[in-house]
């Protein structure tokens, strides 16, 4: 299974552009990549999946290189509400489908 | 109202009793999962379960069991064999295929045991 590594803490400001990047450099063929947001005291929220290049939603977008050995959740012009734990989760949907890894978290701090 | 529940909210155990935590979802989903998250840490996988009558051992199964005779329930189950229970549990549901992992979370079990 992969092993991911991710920033433990990232500040920004409201209203900036927030990159928090992930490595996997043991990604499997088939494994895809998956961030989600995560407040004190709840379960996580999925926020954007993807395999490879670029994949954007309302909330994100999620770059990831060729070689796949990492990605990039990008959220746009953060607020406040923003702030919570953002994990990157690396998951395979052949003969380990199911066998996921998250990473240790980001804790990200938006300040006004 | 579609969605994954799971009680109690809070669980409270003497040390050598069982405990079973209940997770419940009506999304139609077939994949199952448990993870086990300790303070300031991510979520590690219990168990995990793709189709009724079926399920596989996580990265910390140990000193856990679980069953899945219904597609709605994945009740898990901590025993007494689980040398450090006391943590947050949280329960997830996905789709089969290619969104296998866009999970879907219960609002968590805090579990205390003294």
């Known amino acids: 299974l992969a092993k991911i590594t991710q920033p433990i803490s990232m500040d920004s400001y409201e209203g900036q552009e927030v990159n928090i990047t992930c490595s996997h450099n043991?990604?499997?063929?088939?494994?895809?990549i998956t961030w989600y947001q995560q407040f004190p005291s709840q379960g996580p929220r999925f926020i954007i999946q993807g395999y490879k290049t670029k994949v954007t939603n309302e909330v994100a977008s999620l770059f990831i290189p060729a070689d796949r050995k990492s990605s990039t959740l990008s959220l746009p012009r953060v607020s406040l509400s923003d702030t919570a734990v953002y994990y990157c989760?690396?998951?395979?949907?052949?003969?380990?489908?199911?066998?996921?890894?998250f990473g240790d978290g980001t804790t990200l701090t938006v300040k006004p | 109202d579609g969605g994954i529940t799971q009680s109690p909210k809070y669980l409270f155990r003497k040390e050598g009793q069982n405990v079973t935590l209940s997770c419940e979802q009506n999304l139609n989903h077939d994949a199952m999962y448990w993870y086990r998250q300790d303070p300031g840490q991510g979520l590690r996988l219990i168990y995990y379960?793709?189709?009724?009558?079926?399920?596989q051992k996580g990265d910390i199964a140990e000193g856990y069991s679980v069953s899945r005779e219904k597609k709605e329930s994945f009740p898990l189950t901590v025993t007494s064999a689980q040398k450090n229970p006391t943590a947050f549990y949280l329960c997830?549901?996905?789709?089969?295929?290619?969104?296998?992992?866009?999970?879907?979370f219960g609002p968590g079990t805090r579990l205390t045991v003294t």
């Open positions: 043991n990604i499997a063929t088939n494994d895809y």
């Open positions: 997830a549901s996905s789709m089969a295929g290619r969104s296998m992992y866009e999970q879907y």
């Open positions: 379960s793709q189709i009724v009558n079926d399920f």
């Open positions: 989760l690396v998951g395979d949907n052949g003969t380990n489908a199911g066998k996921s890894t």
